[in-house]
């Protein structure tokens, strides 16, 4: 058995549901398609918020896990670099040519770590820390690694998993991180996802100005000690626009907003409306199987197609026909004018993007009616 | 780009999680572990069940969609043969070996119904129907590769999903099927998926009454058509024991018996009891990442390592800790006292284990704290 850490290329096996020049109509379901010309404007938008704001994007990969879309956000979106959140994951992405990558997230088991030191010789290597102990450990594998780690201290400002307090805690680290050989301290991870999905304006607005407030005041307490964070990080596609008004973030982490999916589309703007500044780009194409009771259609796109962790998906452009629910691999849609027939084809926006993306083995990208191109989910199932 | 059918091996990349020989404390996490005794003394017991009321084991492979595993139930549990729900899922069992496959589901498209005729060249292939039209593409299919498909028809007995009403509607699929060149009318597909985890046990059977009435109905109406079923099939790990008993069924489809779940375990029987015939077999191996928070734990096994669409994981063999929250790569353990360490591992059992060990591409086979085999989730990802 083969158990090096070599990376493979994308199995092409009995599960590839399209090929570019097909149509879309002739599109195995399930499948995951892109439409290209809305992620692209997806792309776009967020790429001059970024340089109207003078900040830097680090685009998230765990929402895409694709090689080709991180090139795509580097070469056209103003990205930086890109987020991951495994070792695995970024193993995937270096290996698929990314050379700037931030692990925003603690890497502390030992095997681990000394994969984290070995990609450091590849590509530009930066990790979040929220333990003393955790530094000695990635000390001593950059140090036999002959690489250097940068560290970025994790502050948990309001989300409630990992990081350390604002304030002293995060200076003890950088401190620790600054004496240790083989890291190097380069800023604070501060991503407060618990407001991502707060649908209310002014409640989110609120939490990432605690969140703000938090950084600012720790930044001035760093400064204090000499410490410089040549990167303050966090941001998500729900807050984006205030970390990346505040003049204290400097690098935006937004991953769904290329996609967009339900959960996000029931955030609030200011007036109350939904955020609409990002489209619909990602969608389960799927077909209708079963049609033997005349009120209800079932089509094949059941949990093992999507992630409904964050509700169920919704039918984009249709009023008159609901799906209702999802058992493994089939969808129960209310069909109360018996609209849809056997074979029929719908696209669903799925109710969380980023654990869906994750099912797959292939993007379609679909421009026009017609299948431009099939990327491999170049880092699906890389959860190590 | 391959695009073809032949079936590619697994791939071995970066998301290896153990090799065999390796001990259990050296495994990566998160990975999926199988309790190897738990797990054939699950599969014994079902085949003394079965053995004892005469009737067959089709185990459902969409549960684990390993071919070992099925193997192993075919040799072992007393499995006549497997089914599957997807025409992918089955490509990939039988270019494992399986050479008996029931699809227990519609195909219905033009292109998956091809790719089922050439399967029965292949293997014994059987297919559910509920619709007219369909049975006309199948037996152009069939007839065109010069091979027999064998169709049940379905009936909806109560799960509110695929399937014709019993009776009459039944009959006429049936007479159609017998007279369709390719066809073969092989019996009778009556699952009552919405029984499965209903918690008491009295109305869980009286659901099941009501199709055991409905299929026996429906095959007396048959029989004075001279139609006769050589499979009555259904049942799951929920229920079994009441279609088992029944006289009327005569095949088994159960399929999470060999491992358990939450879900399942949440099902009571006669006395009130949890039921328990069956282990706990599978578990989510887990880390804590980051305990920053005296209080909270961080795990490394979040959405993209387990389906939440049925309830959060339960951490076995500990009463002091709680998985209480779950985000893409992140499980919240309440840990009132403190009591575990960074990098400590345990064992969660997950809420629904088919959609779960469809996120990973590796069970790892374990025995007395060893790791004994890795076996590839042969149709991972197989949602065709």
Redesign the interface.
């Known amino acids: ?3 090096t ?13 399209a ?2 020049g097909m149509t879309l109509a002739d599109v ?4 995951l398609i892109i439409d290209l010309d809305a992620f692209e404007r997806n792309v776009e938008r967020l790429r001059i918020f970024v340089k109207k704001n003078g900040v830097r994007l680090r685009a998230h990969a ?1 929402t895409h896990k694709s090689a080709d879309i991180a090139h795509y956000q580097m070469k056209h979106g103003g990205a930086c670099g890109i987020c991951c ?2 070792v ?1 994951e970024a ?2 992405m270096v290996a698929g040519g990314v050379q700037d990558v931030l692990v925003s ?5 030992t ?2 770590i000394d994969r984290l030191a070995r990609l450091a010789g590849q590509a530009r290597l930066l990790v979040c820390v ?2 003393l ?2 530094v000695d450990d990635l000390s001593t594998a950059a140090a036999s690694h002959n690489v250097t780690i940068e560290c970025l201290v994790e502050i ?1 400002c309001g989300a ?6 604002w304030g002293e ?1 995060v200076v003890g680290l950088a401190k620790k991180i600054a004496a240790s050989a083989g890291l190097q301290f380069s800023g604070l991870q501060a991503y407060q ?1 618990a407001a991502q999905h707060v649908r209310d304006y002014d409640e989110r607005k609120a939490k990432i100005e605690t969140a703000i407030r938090q950084v600012a005041d720790t930044l001035a307490m760093l400064a204090a000690q000499e410490l410089q964070c040549d990167i303050v990080g966090g941001a998500g596609t729900g807050t984006y626009y205030f970390e990346g008004a505040s003049g204290v973030y400097n690098e935006l982490q937004c991953g769904s907003y290329i996609f967009m999916d339900a959960a996000y589309q029931r955030v609030l703007d200011e007036s109350g409306n939904c955020v609409s500044e990002f489209e619909n780009s990602l969608f389960i194409y799927t ?1 209708v ?5 005349a009120a ?1 259609a ?1 089509c ?2 059941g ?3 999507q ?3 964050s509700g169920l998906p919704v039918i984009f452009g249709r009023d008159d026909v609901e799906y209702v629910k ?5 969808g ?1 849609i209310d069909d109360p004018q018996s609209a849809l027939r ?2 029929e084809k719908l696209k669903l926006v799925p109710g ?1 993007c ?2 869906t993306c ?4 292939w993007y379609v990208g679909v421009r026009d009616g017609n299948v431009e191109c ?1 990327w491999p989910v170049t880092a ?5």
């Open positions: 058995m083969n158990t850490n070599q990376l493979a290329e994308p199995v092409l096996g009995l599960n590839v549901p090929a570019p195995s379901t399930p499948a765990k959140q495994k695995s193993e995937a997230n603690q890497v502390v088991d095997k681990k929220d333990d102990g955790n948990d409630g998993r990992c990081g350390v307090q805690p996802g077909s199987m079963s049609h033997a009771t209800m079932i094949d796109a949990l093992k197609a992630s409904v962790d999802c058992s493994d691999e089939h129960v056997l074979n969380h980023d654990p994750n099912l797959y083995d099939v699906r199932g890389m959860v190590l």
